[in-house]
């Protein structure tokens, strides 16, 4: 794993906008219509705003697959991150929707301690899922909770990802729902 550059956006983006193509999570945050897809790019360029101000981005040696963490300690109010939850709004979400997605957020974080390490996106490129990419990432993710000693939330809508994340002793602590069941892991350093 290696860190990403800013120079590598376009390619973490691209990898997480395929990844989360059918993402029950994304689908839910953004509209549903006939720019779709760019709607979730747009969700994934903002991502990549955020972890790149307020955390920290990851890359397979390859680049075929890619992580995004947020630190929440780090994370402040600024004006160009007004700009860009603006964007958000009207470019991805959808203004009419945003009273829902932020009751979503709250809800989520209000189980979240103050300090810990927030594994927002992990995405490999299509063609690689299945071939370990994902769980080589999850083990250095893991390595470097260790070494800071905080503990690792994630949540994911995706089913089929729950065996991975409890094969790398991640607990289910929470199932809230949002039209479909979104499952709360979080992994304490040994």
């Known amino acids: 794993m290696i860190p990403a550059n800013y120079s590598d956006k376009a390619i973490i983006v691209d990898i997480l906008t395929q990844s989360f193509d059918s993402n029950k999570s994304v689908n839910y ?5 006939k720019k779709r897809i760019q709607r979730i790019k747009r969700l994934m360029n ?10 920290e981005i990851y890359l397979t040696d390859d680049k075929k697959g890619v992580v995004l963490i947020i630190l929440p300690e780090k994370k402040r109010t600024t004006f160009k991150g007004i700009i860009e ?10 203004i009419t929707r945003v ?8 809800r989520i974080k209000k189980y979240h301690p103050e300090k810990y390490m927030y594994l927002w996106y992990l995405g490999v490129d299509p063609q690689y899922q299945g071939k370990g990419v994902g769980s080589s990432l999850l083990k250095d993710i893991i390595d470097l909770g260790q070494k800071r000693k905080l503990p690792i939330y994630l949540e994911t809508s995706t089913e089929r990802n729950l065996p991975l994340y409890q094969r790398f002793n991640f607990k289910l602590y929470q199932e809230l729902d949002f039209n ?11």
Do not use: N
């Open 29 to 33: 945050a953004v509209k549903q219509d």
């Open 46 to 55: 903002y991502s990549f705003e955020t972890c790149w101000h307020f955390g």
């Open 85 to 94: 939850d603006l964007k958000l709004t009207l470019f991805s979400i959808g």
């Open 99 to 106: 009273s829902k997605i932020l009751e979503r957020e709250s």
């Open 180 to 190: 479909s069941t979104l499952f709360m892991f979080k992994r304490e350093p040994d």
